[in-house]
């Protein structure tokens, strides 16, 4: 259980950061996410920051719009997409759940991963 925490934090850490030298500019919101597990229950909790206010709102994942395919959204320039991930788990379930984020407007989507692109294609 403890693995599975580490796993989703660890997964959801490298939402946004600022700009480097050559790369895209800063990002006007992060997603972070991470799960909190029990033995008889388990929850994924998401807050979205508005990095320019300081403003964070808890993200409700579940009543989020669900792709329902691929989740390209056009071109666009580098950095406007980021995904956060968590697996909240109990002994005798687990679940994985990704949000996807447009960086510059803060819109999310949760991603509906067996209908998302796989690679290797199938």
């Known amino acids: 259980m403890?693995?599975?925490l580490l796993l989703a934090v660890m997964a959801?850490?490298?939402a946004g950061s600022?700009?480097?030298a050559g790369s895209s500019p800063a990002a006007n919101y992060e997603l972070d996410c991470a799960a909190a597990n029990t033995a008889a229950s388990a929850q994924l909790h998401c807050v979205r920051t508005d990095t320019r206010s300081g403003d964070v709102v808890v993200v409700d994942y579940l009543k989020l719009p669900v792709s329902n395919g691929p989740t390209g959204a056009g071109t666009a320039?580098?950095?406007r997409f980021t995904?956060?991930?968590g697996a909240p788990s109990t002994e005798k379930r687990a679940d994985v759940y990704c949000i996807r984020m447009n960086t510059?407007?803060?819109e999310l989507l949760?991603?509906?991963l067996q209908r998302a692109s796989v690679i290797?294609?199938?």
Do not use: D, K, M, Y
Request: proline content about 8%; hydrophobic content about 30%.
């Open 2 to 4: 403890r693995f599975a």
């Open 12 to 14: 959801c850490s490298g």
């Open 18 to 20: 600022g700009a480097t």
């Open 77 to 79: 320039p580098a950095g």
């Open 83 to 85: 995904t956060a991930c």
């Open 104 to 106: 510059e407007t803060g």
């Open 110 to 112: 949760l991603v509906n």
């Open 120 to 122: 290797p294609s199938r």
